[in-house]
Each structure stands twice: as C-alpha cells, then as structure tokens.
C-alpha cells in the first residue's frame, strides 16, 4: 500500500489543510507499455490553486475526491515498456502519491548529468519555460531597457529577471523579504530590487526605475501591478504570466483600470500559459540548458522533506515563504 | 479681426463654458512660404479632453491662454506658397478659429471629387485610420470570430463594427440609445447591438455573444470594459483606443483587475493611438476611400453649426449626443 494526497473540498479563498486528504491506495501494477515509478520530487505551484475551483480555466479542474496532480520526478522501478528502463529517471504531469503506474506516453526521460533532476521541475521544466517565453516572445527585452519583475525571487522571476540581464537590460525585482533583495542583487545580479513589505511601493518603484518601465513581468497583480502602470514608457510590454495576490480572493479583483495607462503608452498586457508554447518547448530548453551550463543562470530550490509535508509545502506558496523553485523531495534517486 | 476660442482654465472632471473663451484677434498676413485659410470645419473629439490636463501624455497639453487646435479642414483664400493655390481645400491640426496663416509644410489637399470635405475628418481623416489601424493591425479579426465594439455608433466605432463585417466577423455594437441601435443595425448591417443604457451589460452581452468574444475594440472603459472580461476567448485581442467614460474622473479608474481575465484567456490588450501608425498612413487612407468608394462603409456625422457653436459641440461629446463624427461647420467652401 501506499500514501496519497486528494482533494476533498473546493477551497473557499485561501486553501486549508481540511481540504485535503491523505489516503492510502494500493502501488498497482504496469501492464504492456506501462512504467511503475517511485516519486522522487513533486513541484508545488501557485497555479495548482486555480485548478482546485470549479471554474473553466485553461486547464480544467481537479476533480473532487481524486488524487491531485502536477510535475514529478520519478525514478522506473519495473518497466513494461520498450522505452524505459529500470532506475531510469523521468518526468511527467503525475499524481501527488508515493508509486504511480503510468503509460509510457505520460513520461519523458531527463538527463541528471546535465543537471540534478530535481531542476526539472525548475529552471529545465515548466518555470523556466514559463520565464522564457513570457519574457522573450512577449516582452523581448531590448539593451538598456528597464525591466520590472515581480515575484522575482520566486521559481518563475528569478530567471526572468536573469535573461532579461543576459539581454543587457536593467532589471529590478520586487520580492517580500530582506534576504530575497539581498538574494537577487548578490546572487543573482539584479540591478536593484524592493522588499514592497518596508517601503511605499509606487515611490520605490519610482525611484528605482528613473528612466520608467519598458517591461514589467507581471506575476502578482494587485496592488503591485497597479503602482508600475504609472511609470509605463512609450511601447512598453507586460507579459501577464500570475496574479497570485489575487489567487485567493473571494470576491472580485478590483484595482486601477489599465484602459488609460495602456492608450498614454500604446503599451501591450498579454496573459499567457506555458502550454500556448508547447511547439516551441524544445528551443527553450536547449537555451536555458546551456545559460545554465555556462554558469550565466542560477537557480535556487526550497526542498521540503517528506511526502507527508506535501501540503504544507503548498500553502506555503501564499505565505510567500519559498525561494526559488518550491519542490517536495519523497524519496531519494538511487 | 476675427475670432478664435482660447483654454483659459484647466477643466475639473467635466469641461464647462467657464473653461473657454472666445478672443477677438487679427486675422494675419502669409509670409513667403505660408498661406491664409478660412476654417470651414473643425473636428471635435473627446481625445482633446486629455490634452487640457496638464499631465505628460501622448500629445503634450494644451498651454492655457492659446487657441486650442484640433483637424481642421479650410480653403485656401491667399497663398505666398508655390504648393498651393487660392480656393484649394486642404486640412492640418489647426487653430479653434476663422482664419489661420499656416505654413505650406502643415497643411495637405484633399479630393473633395471623392468625398465631402467633411469625410476628411472621419471616415478618410484621423477617426477612420483609428478604427483602421487598431482593428486591423492589433487585433486582426478573421471571419466568424465575434468583434464587440463599445462606442459603436460613434466616429471610430462605426467604423470598427463595418470594417470586422467586411472581414466577416459576427458584430456586435454597444451604445447609449434606441436610435443609435437601429442605425448600427438597420444601417450599418452590425449582426446585433446593445443599448447599455436600458439593459444589464453583463447579461445582455453573453446573450448577444453566445460564442464569448475574440476582439472587443475598447473605446469606453469603465463597467462597459469590464463586462467584456469573462467573456474573453482563448488568444482574445482588445485594442484600447479610448476610454471616454473615464475622461472627466477626478481619482483614479477603479473597476476590474484585468491579470486574471488576461491569463484565462491568453488575451492581448494594446493601447495606441493613431500616430503610432503615422508611416502607414497611406495604406490605411487608400483602403478607406477604396471601400467607401465601393459603397462598402458608410459614415455619419453630426454637423454643429456656426463657429459660436464649437464649445457646445465640444461638451455635447461627454453627453453621447452625437451619432458618428460630431464636426463644427464654419463656413461653406466655396
């Protein structure tokens, strides 16, 4: 038998432990062209929450009463598969539990000596994708150009803001704590960056941006995403990647309207999903494999131990507590 | 002597007389290089609202104590200009007066064979390549995408909703009364149109919209806007033109937050304005005239009479009392 992880109630605003469950399943068993894997990580996300209301989005609901799902590492224990073999280590969209059967369809193999595996639900995997393209095909940051990040120490903005300073760009960060500001000037090169808890938010701003905002990578909205409007120059771009101040709410989201912020700027918002650039995967990989291995990107990870701390991991996202990629490690890769 | 119309103050939310004053001054001599005019037509349009604040904006504000400018279309009565000759008709932004002393390089000729001088204000003029250019280039519908167009019977809106008919898109108009339905309906061949006056937008726009909208062409703002949002389809464009609801407001534009709706959706908002297309200005120009030529568009306007009537024109804009491009008549060409 083993542990896993359902939703059992819809969450009203912000997610509590109530509304999961830990149940315990049988492992199962592969049949022809299937795998049995043994989790190693799970990838923990802001987007999963929207997946927990009854709403259409671009992705569909999670179902009540059936084992949540998201990125995972996995290493084959028994392979039915042509494909696969024993102890290799893959990745797929797959459920919060200790073993999973899966088709070999599910999953693709990655390389741990490009990179530890559990990078593959970062700065190789969808975060990084995510950075990538909102940046590059929505924003495509010019020298010289400032470029606004919020969540910037997060999974998704600190890489943002790491190719926005390959592409020769000032880049500020807006993040909760001191030691994220410290995180992104010392480790990780932004030019300047505001803890929005200690200060007034549309005056910092200002201040750090002097010749205005040419891109803000948007993933917080709220009161953050009003106080860059402002302070937009002519053609500015802002990839709309998350709202996770607003992921909670309960009500509707009100704010500054964008209606005249965008006609003075002739600006540009544009949402987005990683999956509008699913052709394109490839291309960003190879790019952020090789910044990586050539040491011009970093990437931080907070691991939390145990599948049995799986959702606390998760509420921590609201808490604002986790640097760089939030990842639950369930077992060790042998 | 001859009179012209000065700002003297800066409007407070709604523009009022008291903003206005009506001076009498020379009429003026062409020096070498320069021609007279007598004003024939003066566009009034609700951008000019913007350009009597004193904010940085896309155009710089109007200085108080001077002639506020605006399209102008006149006839030539001397010229000191090899470019030009007496009785020509041309049009350039011009003063708020009778006469004006211009030189050659701000002003150009028009074809009144092909058009009512006064066309050369919407359809063929400034409102038309707005409606061009912010359909066409940002929002590019393709034939049976739903287009909904706010301020639809007005000078940039009428123009939108039959342009997206001859793309072969489904059209709906939202606009503030009975007559203005019927014409877009019964005139203009808009698929369906609301009356947001008499109905609740929201319920009335998803009936109207049974397939949620593709492009909506934002000239309003406000609660209009926001009905607009949950609607969107996946890879949704709103080009934002305007946002007139929103022009007199002395605080902030408070409404919906528009990152959630954008992300859901993968939607693309871009404001601009129509200088931004100023090098395309021909293309735009001869596919208007070809299609009005054609018989495939049609314009209104509402035509104030007598230069004393310019402010009043002007203020009737914020009360939707024009059907299509409100244009004060100065004169008559001769």
């Known amino acids: 038998m083993q542990q896993q992880i359902k939703l059992i109630k819809r969450p009203s605003g912000t997610p509590t432990k109530e509304d999961f469950e830990f ?15 043994r989790t190693n990580y799970i990838s923990v996300d802001p987007y999963l929450r929207g997946r927990m209301n009854n709403v259409k989005s671009y992705v569909p609901p999670f179902e009540l009463d059936s084992v949540i799902t998201s990125a995972v590492i996995g290493q084959v224990i028994e392979s039915k598969s042509a494909h696969f073999e024993k102890n290799d280590v893959v990745t797929g969209a797959l459920g ?43 924003a495509d940051p010019k020298e010289g150009e400032t470029v606004v990040v919020s969540g910037a120490a997060g999974a998704v903005g600190s890489v943002v803001g790491q190719i926005a300073k390959i592409k020769g760009a000032y880049v500020v960060g807006i ?27 549309k005056t910092a701003l200002a201040n750090a941006c002097p010749n205005g905002i040419d891109v803000y990578y948007e993933n917080v909205g709220g009161e953050i995403g009003d106080a860059v409007l402002p302070l937009l120059n002519k053609f500015a771009r802002i990839p709309v990647c998350g709202a996770i101040s607003s992921y909670n709410n309960q009500e509707a ?8 912020y965008l006609i003075k700027s002739s600006a540009l918002m544009k949402g987005f999903t990683v999956g509008d650039y699913a052709s394109r995967f490839k291309e960003g990989s190879e790019a952020l494999a090789g910044w990586l291995q050539a040491g011009k990107i970093q990437y931080e990870e907070t691991i939390t131990e145990g599948f049995d701390q ?17 990842v639950v490690k369930v077992s060790d890769i042998e």
Chains 1, 2 share one sequence.
């Open 23 to 37: 149940a315990e399943v049988p492992i199962g068993e592969p049949a022809e062209g299937e795998v049995l894997i």
């Open 96 to 138: 919060w539990q200790e073993y999973t059967v899966v088709d070999q369809s599910g999953i693709r193999k990655i390389d741990t000596n490009l990179a530890p595996a559990s990078a593959y639900l970062s700065v190789l995997g969808m975060t990084g994708l995510t950075a990538y393209f909102g940046l590059l095909d929505i």
């Open 175 to 201: 993040a909760g704590s001191n030691e994220k500001i410290e995180y992104l000037k010392n480790e990780l090169g932004f030019d300047d960056a505001i803890n929005y808890k200690t200060v007034d938010i």
């Open 253 to 260: 989201d009100i704010g500054l309207r964008v209606q005249g």
């Open 310 to 326: 799986t959702i606390d991991a998760f509420l921590d996202l609201f808490q604002g507590a986790n640097l760089g990629k939030a």
